[in-house]
Structures are given as C-alpha cells and as structure tokens.
C-alpha cells in the first residue's frame, strides 16, 4: 500500500523559510515522479512543484519560482520542498503526491504552513 | 497558469445524475487527453477520481465516468448516493509541462 507522509510545516513570518518532507512507502519512489500541491484554507488545489523519478528534471509554478526548491533523496525515499522569501499567499496545506497517468494519484494527508506576522 | 473553470456548485438528489464541467484552453485541456479528476469530502485529502480523460483506478465505482470535447472536460456521476459530496476538482497536463487544477466544485447531495 501507498503511503506518503508530509512534515515540516508550521508558523513562520513573511520573508522567512521552512523546508518540507514527504517519506514515501509502498512504491519504488526513485521510479516516480513526485509532485507538490498547495491548498488555502476554504480554497482550492494549486499546483506548486514536480520532479522527476532521478532528480535532474523540475518543473514549477510561475507563482514560487525562484523561491521554492523541490529535490529528493532516492535513498531515504525522501521528497523535500524548501521555501525561502516566503509570503502570506503561501499559507496553506501542503500534499505531496504521486504521477500516474499524467495524474496526481496517491496523495498525502498535508501539511499545514502559515505565514504571518 | 490560469485556473480551469468549473462551476461553484452543483446539486441534485440521490439516485439522480449530475455532471461537473471543466473549461481550459487548448494548451492544456483541449491539447491533451491527459485530464484527471479528484473527490476531496471536508478535512480529507484529495482522491484521484478519473485519470487521462476517462479511466478510473481501481476500486473507484463505475459510477463516476469522464469525457472531453474540445477544450471542456466533464466528469458524470451517475445513481448519486449520500457518500458523493464533497469538493471536486479537474486537474490538467499543460504544454508548459507543468499541471493546473480547476476552482473546485461543491456537489450537494439534496
């Protein structure tokens, strides 16, 4: 069985950082891509992040890039997202979730991250 | 990046049908047969519904089914029961290589 396990999240103030973790079981994770996704509380799902099964390849939102930095360590079956100048439109759960069919298919149950002075 | 439009709300009574639309562009819903949906009741996680336009996971009912035409997809859900509320949501590969969700949709069970 799949199971994605996302921590790291909690209070920070506007400009500063915090950087995620999803543990993955279930699956060959150094197989898949991985993605990560963003939801406001009482919002919608907003796509933030995706890298390839090997690590070399990213893809991000137009809205995080060049502030977030999604990598992985195949060996500790690991998904990282790091968030640096964060900002209050930030807030939210974040999931980490599996690629299947150009879908998003497994997901984790979130983790929270506020920003706020 | 702009968000897929679906409709805030929809609402019928059990054993009925109702179908949720999903309106891109032809960069990305219209261009691929690579559009998913997901069911997400209050305080969980989402679940993948329907992936690549119209095919279902396993253990998903054949209740729920996909289509698209041109750049609108659809999801239907058929013989409504209690369990169906919930958000949901379209989701959409895009020529950019990155993936764009619609505004989520409310489905009430009356």
């Known amino acids: 069985e799949v199971h994605l396990v996302e921590s790291g999240g909690g209070l920070v103030q506007p400009g500063g950082s915090l950087r995620l973790s999803c543990v993955a079981s279930g699956f060959t994770f150094s197989n898949s891509w991985m993605h990560w996704v963003r939801q406001g509380q009482g919002k919608g799902l907003v796509w933030v992040s995706r890298?390839?099964?090997?690590?070399?390849?990213?893809t991000y939102a137009d809205s995080v890039k060049g502030r977030f930095t999604i990598s992985r360590d195949n060996a500790k079956n690991t998904l990282y997202l790091q968030m640096n100048s964060l900002r209050a439109e930030d807030t939210g759960v974040y999931y980490c979730a599996t690629d299947g069919g150009y879908s998003l298919y497994h997901w984790g149950q979130g983790t929270l991250v506020s920003v706020s002075s | 990046q702009s968000a897929l439009t679906q409709p805030p709300s929809v609402s019928a009574s059990p054993g009925q049908s109702v179908t949720i639309s999903c309106t891109g562009t032809s960069s990305d819903v219209g261009g691929y047969n690579r559009v998913s949906w997901y069911q997400q009741p209050p305080g969980t996680a989402p679940k993948l519904m329907i992936y690549?336009?119209?095919n279902r996971p396993s253990g998903v009912p054949d209740r729920f089914s996909g289509s698209k035409s041109g750049n609108t997809a659809f999801l239907t859900i058929s013989g409504l029961q209690a369990e169906d509320e919930a958000d949901y949501y379209c989701g959409s590969y895009t020529s950019s290589n990155t993936r764009v969700f619609g505004g989520g949709t409310k489905l009430t069970v009356l």
């Open positions: 690549e336009v119209s």
């Open positions: 890298i390839y099964g090997d690590g070399r390849d990213t």
